[in-house]
């Protein structure tokens, strides 16, 4: 399990603005160094509007009272400065919604990196939180919540999701300070670390046995794996005979069918020719999985 830690709306404009926000950044300054050191990717995710407000929609109130609240909410503007430390291998991500994913590069920067386990702090509570932890369950991430180093407005709607709407759907609810890193899973196949990517149980040397259908061991060719099921083309059928067999000028597998009145290819035919009965089987080359 690779794990981040996603850290939303925690900026200069916000905290100054809303007091409740204030409240998540002294647990969150102390988990920070933690969690970097026990190898989580730390996500600061920001909230901003194009200065022109091209990507305010004007059918809804609720972003356009953020636009027009001022400079705390226009990309640029030093309110949308993340208000915590933020370290060189940290990440900081622009969006301009609820959500950490919406309209974002998120889910991109976390593939890259394995991870697939989300520990969500921010504010509010009731949107930015929220609407992440949504997004993310939906994705397939495991998702952990830090229950201080959330805020909203209304205590008591922070209170019912932390106790009773995260819960309910699946979500582990900790504080900041009993929140431990989970290690990374060992003996996952193609993961750092498992035996499958480290080459356990190979033999000495590190070269494998040969697979079904390898010339050291069946003797039959069989194209480079390229991680697609191999294919080996094995013939087994006689020789097709030849056109004087088949009578002058009509090749046998020329001849027409009784049932269409054309050739079909790989028909059994028979011509008789001076008593001989000249049957040319059905082909019956195959294709064999080997791999």
Known sequence: MTTALIVGDVQRGITAGYPFAGRVVPPLTDLLPRARAAGALVVFVRFAFRDNGA??????????????????????????????????EDVVVLKRRAGAFAGTDLDLVLRARGVDHLAVAGVATSAMVAATCYDAADRGYRVTVLRDGCADGDQAVHDFFMDAVFPGRGFEVVPCADWVVPAPLKGVPGRRGSPAASGAGRPAGGRREPLAGD??????????????????????????PSARQAGPGRPLNSQRSSRSGFAVPGEPTTRARGGEDLTWPRCCCSTTRTG
């Open 215 to 240: 010339p050291a061991r069946d003797g039959v060719h069989t194209p480079a794996r390229t991680g697609y099921p191999a294919f080996a083309v094995v013939r087994s059928c006689p020789p097709k």
């Open 55 to 88: 990507d305010v929609p004007p059918g809804s109130a609720l972003l356009r009272s953020f636009y027009e609240a001022g400079d705390a909410f226009h990309e640029g503007s030093a309110g949308t400065g993340v208000d915590l430390p933020v370290a060189e």
